[in-house]
């Protein structure tokens, strides 16, 4: 082959590499334009569907919003009064399934981050079970906590200290509290290694090389500086907890209970599963509708409040720790 027919050939290679190029080049720039186009109609969908919701529960909710509706218990058969006693029952589930829950999931993390082996059997065996945790439905944590918590536990408490009258082998706030503590775990497990995989592995071998211990580097470094990650979770954590239904059902919400609990073996109203017999048992629809959008106002006010929370709480956080740095 001669020079000027190698020089032809290489030209129409190049050619040919190039509309290659352009071709994919077209392909890619459509690709990406249909991808955005669809994230953003479905991102369009979400805030629509989210805005008529918002519009609606604001809309006949407000009206009927007052300080009387929060200080006040239910009356009439819930079609007067407030929800005050399930505020408070609400907030002392939250309170009791925070300190039980939160500190395990912490410790379940660091020792799943810091302390185990990757290629354990026992770490992989924990990893599988908390995935599987996060993908049980809320009901089926209800059931558990109505067998093993009230009728395995509770019952046995009974039976050792109360003579078998049943003060604890019964749905109460204690048992409910725990069975969200266990529904939780998962959330608080997952925030927790998140935020311990931020923090650089140059901080904890500076301080394993300034003759600190393994667990003093993990409590005087790590931690705090993955306290920021921890406390988002904890939060959105508790977040969900005040808003599901179907464990509270079977552990120790009441249907109408005007009074406040009185302590940890006593019944309590939630929020939640108010406007869950609200709309579906009550002998009057009609005359507890305001209550119910009102009281899915709040609902989602405690809700939206909790996660803004989070967010402020992550952003200031994170804000000291770069100052601090």
């Known amino acids: 082959m001669s020079a000027q027919e190698a ?95 939160v500190p395990i999931g912490v410790a379940t993390a660091i020792y799943l981050h810091e302390y185990a082996s990757p290629v354990s059997p026992l770490t992989r065996a924990i990893r599988i079970a908390v995935a599987n945790l996060a993908g049980v439905p809320s009901i089926v944590f209800g059931l558990f906590g109505l067998g093993f918590f009230v009728q395995f536990l509770g019952a046995g408490i009974d039976k050792a200290f109360f003579h078998s009258e049943k003060v604890f082998g019964q749905p109460a706030l204690i048992w409910a509290a725990l069975t969200m503590a266990v529904l939780t775990l998962p959330v608080v497990i997952v925030a927790t290694e998140e935020a311990l995989r931020t923090v650089p592995r140059e901080l904890r071998e500076a301080s394993l090389a300034l003759g600190a211990t393994k667990f003093q580097t993990v409590f005087n470094v790590v931690v705090p500086q993955a306290s920021a990650g921890i406390l988002t979770g904890t939060i959105l954590a508790v977040s969900r907890g005040a808003g599901e239904v179907a464990p509270i059902l079977f552990t120790g919400a ?5 009074r406040l609990p009185k302590g940890l073996s006593s019944q309590f109203m939630s929020p939640s599963y108010h406007v869950y017999v609200l709309s579906t048992q009550s002998p009057d629809v009609d005359a507890t509708k305001p209550i119910l959008y009102a009281t899915v106002l709040v609902l989602l006010g405690l809700t939206f409040t909790l996660n803004i929370a ?10 000291r720790a770069g100052v601090a740095a």
């Open 7 to 101: 020089t032809a050939t290489a030209a129409a290679d190049r050619a040919a590499a190039a509309r290659l190029t352009a071709v994919r080049t077209r392909r890619n720039l459509f690709a990406d334009g249909a991808l955005a186009v669809a994230s953003g109609a479905a991102l369009l969908i979400v805030l629509a569907v989210l805005t008529v919701i918002l519009f609606d529960t604001i809309r006949h909710g407000t009206p009927h919003l007052s300080l009387s509706f929060l200080t006040e218990a239910p009356r009439e058969g819930m079609t007067e009064g407030g929800i005050f006693p399930a505020i408070i029952g609400m907030v002392e589930m939250v309170i009791l399934m925070t300190l039980a829950g």
């Open 254 to 258: 009441a249907y109408f209970l005007p």
């Open 310 to 319: 989070a967010v402020v709480v992550r952003a200031r956080m994170r804000r």
